[in-house]
């Protein structure tokens, strides 16, 4: 399975990313580009440690069993998965500002060194799950996008 670890992974998500524009329109979901960009921005400083986020009592009672769902073969995620509600952008912004943070954030995860990290939902994740969930997560985003 693809992981954010690998460097030729990363080359591919930065140029799918590269090719987002601020007026792209979301296949499905409710997000606009800006919107999708700034959300995953924020994901992205969740896992590399810079924000934390309360856990949810859901998370609690299932998120191991749905973290262990999502990464048990190499195919997308579902459509329409919940946000957590901190992670739900409403209105515009930089577009450009934050394409280019989603960038340089994805550029950091060589150095990852957040491996005690929890996430609000799914739990304790190891090093191994952050890398093939944010992959997903993020290839997720572009294909929402078209990209």
């Known amino acids: 399975m693809k992981t954010i670890f690998d460097q030729n992974t990363v ?6 990313i590269n090719t987002l524009e601020a007026n792209d329109i979301a296949q499905w979901g409710i997000m606009n580009a800006y ?3 700034k959300h995953c921005v924020l994901g992205e400083e ?7 986020y309360k856990r949810l009592f859901l998370g609690r009672l299932f998120g191991s069993m749905a973290l262990k769902g999502i990464l048990k073969d190499e195919s997308p995620m ?16 930089n577009f450009e500002n934050e394409q280019k943070k ?9 150095t990852f060194s957040n491996t005690n990290f929890v ?3 799914f739990g304790k994740m190891s090093k191994e ?9 993020t290839d997720h985003h572009l294909n929402q996008f078209g990209k």
């Open 11 to 16: 080359n591919e998500l930065v140029l799918r």
């Open 35 to 37: 919107q999708m960009v």
């Open 46 to 52: 969740m896992f590399l440690g810079k924000k934390t």
């Open 78 to 93: 579902k459509k329409n998965q919940p946000t957590h509600p901190e992670m739900k952008i409403t209105g515009t912004g």
């Open 102 to 110: 989603w960038v340089a954030l994805l550029q950091e995860y060589p």
């Open 119 to 121: 996430h609000p939902f």
């Open 129 to 137: 799950q952050v890398g093939q969930f944010v992959y997903k997560h």
